[in-house]
Every structure is written in structure tokens, then in C-alpha cells.
């Protein structure tokens, strides 16, 4: 067992299966030694487990639980893309898109569940710049929406 798929076991997570591109896209590619993921929705077996906006229909806490589904799942597009998360040397940056009510500013409490996450797995590697982001509306209702740039050797 992998040394990522062991703390992802610790953790009592695995990888997903990535997620179908739901438009013309693929979900990473391979530039040099970075890897960058397309925007990833909160897929639990091929559904958005909730749709609509953050701080109306979906609580704060239940959007940073997707944000941690949304980061697993670009963990899986990274992880077919370089062959293993074991690879990673360290997480450069994640982008966080959160479909938010009018008046709602908590984006950066609702992207903290995917940037926790990236830190459980890989420790001081898993630190990154990050931007979170409000927006008016995302794919498929979806509450939120994060993407990765990983750097691998």
C-alpha cells in the first residue's frame, strides 16, 4: 500500500473513482512537474449528495464537507493523471468556488474543508496559496466547486 492510500485509510477515506467531465474537458493534465486539475464537484458515486446555494439551502458546515469531496475527488483526477498521489511533493495551490446566497461571506470557512483535508493527507507538503471565491451560481447547482495544482517528482 501506497504511503497516500495508507494515511487515506488512517483517515478512513479512499479515493474515489474520477468523476465523468460533465462538458468538454478532462480532469487534469500534466504540464512540466505540475499537475492541474479541472474543477471538481462534490460527486459521491456519480450525484451531488446537495445542490444549491451556501448560506440559503446548504449550511456553511455541510458546504465544507463537499469542499472535502470536491478536494478527494481532484485528488483521484491528479492521481490517474501522474500515476500516484505518492508523487506529490507538495500542494502549490487550490482554488475554491462557492455558489453563495446574497450577503453569504464565509467562503473561506467553506473551502477550509477541502485545504484541512490537504493537510491531514500530506502534512506541511499539503500547506498551499489558496483563493475562495463567491459566485453567483456553479455546474449542476452545485454548492461548491475546487480545483488543485499539485507539484510532483
Same mark, same amino acid.
Not at 458515486?45 to 445542490?51: C, I, K, Q, R, S
Given at each position: 500500500?501506497?504511503?497516500?492510500?495508507?494515511?487515506?485509510?488512517?483517515?478512513?477515506?479512499?479515493?474515489?473513482?474520477?468523476?465523468?467531465?460533465?462538458?468538454?474537458?478532462?480532469?487534469?493534465? +500534466?504540464?512540466?512537474?505540475?499537475?492541474?486539475?479541472?474543477? !471538481?464537484?462534490?460527486?459521491?458515486?456519480?450525484?451531488?449528495?446537495?445542490?444549491?446555494?451556501? @448560506?440559503?439551502?446548504?449550511?456553511?458546515?455541510?458546504?465544507? $464537507?463537499? $469542499?472535502? !469531496?470536491?478536494?478527494?475527488?481532484?485528488?483521484?483526477?491528479?492521481?490517474?493523471?501522474?500515476?500516484?498521489?505518492?508523487?506529490?511533493?507538495?500542494?502549490?495551490?487550490?482554488?475554491?468556488?462557492?455558489?453563495?446566497?446574497?450577503?453569504?461571506?464565509? !467562503?473561506?470557512? +467553506?473551502?477550509?474543508?477541502?485545504?484541512?483535508?490537504? @493537510?491531514?493527507?500530506?502534512?506541511?507538503?499539503?500547506?498551499?496559496?489558496?483563493?475562495?471565491?463567491?459566485? $453567483?451560481?456553479?455546474?449542476?447547482?452545485?454548492?461548491?466547486?475546487?480545483?488543485?495544482?499539485?507539484?510532483?517528482?
Amino acid at each position: 500500500m501506497s504511503a497516500v492510500a495508507a494515511r487515506l485509510a488512517e483517515l478512513g477515506l479512499e479515493l474515489p473513482a474520477v468523476a465523468k467531465p460533465v462538458a468538454a474537458y478532462v480532469p487534469a493534465v +500534466v504540464t512540466g512537474n505540475l499537475v492541474f486539475t479541472s474543477g !471538481q464537484l462534490p460527486f459521491v458515486d456519480g450525484a451531488l449528495p446537495a445542490t444549491g446555494k451556501v @448560506g440559503a439551502a446548504v449550511t456553511p458546515e455541510d458546504a465544507a $464537507a463537499l $469542499a472535502r !469531496q470536491c478536494a478527494l475527488n481532484a485528488l483521484a483526477a491528479a492521481s490517474e493523471a501522474i500515476g500516484s498521489l505518492d508523487r506529490v511533493t507538495r500542494v502549490v495551490k487550490a482554488v475554491v468556488f462557492v455558489n453563495s446566497a446574497p450577503g453569504f461571506t464565509g !467562503q473561506p470557512a +467553506v473551502a477550509n474543508g477541502g485545504s484541512e483535508l490537504l @493537510g491531514e493527507i500530506f502534512g506541511e507538503a499539503g500547506r498551499h496559496a489558496r483563493s475562495a471565491v463567491g459566485v $453567483a451560481e456553479l455546474p449542476l447547482d452545485s454548492p461548491v466547486e475546487l480545483e488543485l495544482i499539485l507539484e510532483f517528482a
